[in-house]
């Protein structure tokens, strides 16, 4: 079974304005991705930006173990040989996702449609989580899949070729079971088609057609309809990846509510399926602007200036849910410090990421001296219109690394110190966290 780090705990103070210029690591959804491609395909590509996150680092491994060489260069440049799409090996050992979903949902698209078996094991937070979302249509497709009960892991996937091709209309707004189904349809004869009722993150999309994929998206009356012809080569490619959004979020909400603050966050993937909470911040009055509007890898870019201002609580829009889903731990943090009451309502799948979010952050906040309101699909925060909340607590961060990050900020701006149980999962997606935090308040405290 899989074993995570013995548990760090910190405790944090508020450490006064932030100030300064830091850039984010690269994108989760999309190193990911650019492993898994770049292994498909026939030749060596190049990967810059990739994160080294614990849960990328959990893809490299798996790939590695199906046959895949992927190497690191001395200058950070990530160099893979593909073994063709249809070319993966079975693993000798089980794979070990760690705290990794995507890792797992996407790979077990990928050996769904191989002759292969792999078994997939992950920590205590993984092997909570729902994979029947995945197992049911990839069971459609001809894989076969022993799972523990609940449809969780350790599971055990046979996977089959020629597998068969699906349309499938997704039951929830999941990037993951869309992924998973389109990576099972490139080594899957004729056309596997995905209908997405609610459009989230489409990186997937963006990168298959990259590598050459034949894939068309087309929007009708029940949403976008994404099909894929297998049996294609993947053309190695010279990816960039572009810093993470999900990582910037931190900055975004710490810099708008303690007072003071003027930060830049340079590198900011703003990719319009992954910016629901740069909408929210600005609806909240949120002091944020653009600089240098690029393209990065195929993907809008831009360094994003934060100044703090004074926030006022707002209805969160639910259909942003899918643009800002990793995002609502610290959302909720803003509004601990926005004028009024924040609603939240329509983020059920909060309950089923990392850790329950919505209990999570309902008992860390309020620990911390927040009013909150646990909803079945979000919460209600009462602001401090923009004091410093209490603190003075230890809260549970439950493996999940966007819990300890948003406590995090949420003590830059508490009365009393508070100490997260554990920190160490921060690793897995965001390793250079604490560098940047002491990089923009000059430095731990004493
Ligand atoms: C991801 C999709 C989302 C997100 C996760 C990354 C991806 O999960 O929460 O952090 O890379 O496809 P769901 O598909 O479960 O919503």
Not at 88 to 112: E, F, H, K, W
Not at 132 to 160: F, H, N, Q
Not at 327 to 348: I, K, M, N, Q, S
Request: hydrophobic share 45%; with cysteine; proline share 7%.
């Amino acid at each position: 079974m899989s074993h995570h780090a013995p548990a760090q705990p910190l405790t944090v103070s508020a450490r006064g304005a932030l100030r300064g210029r830091i850039t984010v690591p690269g994108d989760k959804s999309i190193s990911h991705r650019s492993l898994m491609l770049s292994a498909l395909a026939v030749g060596e590509s190049r990967i810059e930006g990739l994160l080294e996150g614990e849960d990328v680092l959990a893809t490299a491994a798996a790939m590695r173990a199906m046959g895949a060489t992927i190497e690191r260069d001395a200058d950070g440049v990530w160099r893979v040989h593909g073994v063709g799409v249809g070319g993966l090996l079975q693993p000798a050992q089980a794979l070990d996702m760690g705290n990794s979903g995507t890792s797992t949902r996407l790979l077990m698209g990928l050996v769904a449609s191989h002759p292969i078996t792999a078994t997939f094991v992950g920590d205590a937070s993984l092997s909570g989580r729902p994979m029947g979302r995945v197992i049911e249509p990839l069971a459609r497709m001809g894989a076969d899949v022993t799972a523990s009960p609940g449809g969780k892991l350790p599971l055990m996937l046979r996977g089959i070729s020629p597998a068969v091709p699906i349309t499938y209309t997704l039951p929830v707004a999941s990037a993951q079971v869309k992924s998973a189904i389109l990576l099972a349809g490139l080594n899957t004869p004729g056309i596997t088609r995905v209908i997405e009722p609610v459009p989230t993150r489409d990186h997937s999309e963006r990168m298959l057609a990259g590598f050459g994929a034949a894939l068309s998206v087309e929007d009708t009356a029940e949403g976008k309809v994404i099909a894929i012809r297998g049996e294609a080569e993947l053309r190695p490619q010279a990816i960039v990846v572009p810093g993470d959004p999900s990582s910037a979020a931190f900055w975004l909400v710490a810099a708008s509510v303690v007072p003071g603050s003027d930060i830049v966050v340079g590198n900011v993937g703003l990719n319009p399926t992954r910016t629901g909470l740069i909408t929210a911040l600005r609806m909240m009055g949120a002091d944020i602007t653009e600089e240098d509007a690029r393209i990065v890898g195929g993907e809008p870019v831009a360094d994003l200036r934060v100044r703090h201002a004074p926030l006022r609580a707002i209805e969160v829009p639910a259909d942003l849910a899918p643009s800002m889903i990793d995002e609502y731990p610290v959302l909720f943090v803003a509004a601990a410090f926005a004028e009024g009451r924040t609603v939240a309502r329509g983020a059920h799948e909060l309950r089923v990421k990392e850790s329950d979010r919505i209990a999570t952050m309902a008992a860390a906040l309020g620990a911390c001296g927040v009013a909150v309101e646990e909803h079945e699909d979000g919460m209600t925060v009462t602001g401090s219109g923009g004091e410093a909340i209490p603190g003075g607590a230890t809260i549970a961060s439950k493996l999940d690394h966007r819990i300890a990050m948003s406590m995090t900020v949420a003590a830059l701006h508490a009365r009393r110190p508070v100490t997260i149980d554990d920190a160490a999962p921060v690793a897995t997606s965001y390793p250079t966290f604490f560098a940047s935090l002491d990089a923009l308040t000059g430095g731990a405290p004493a």
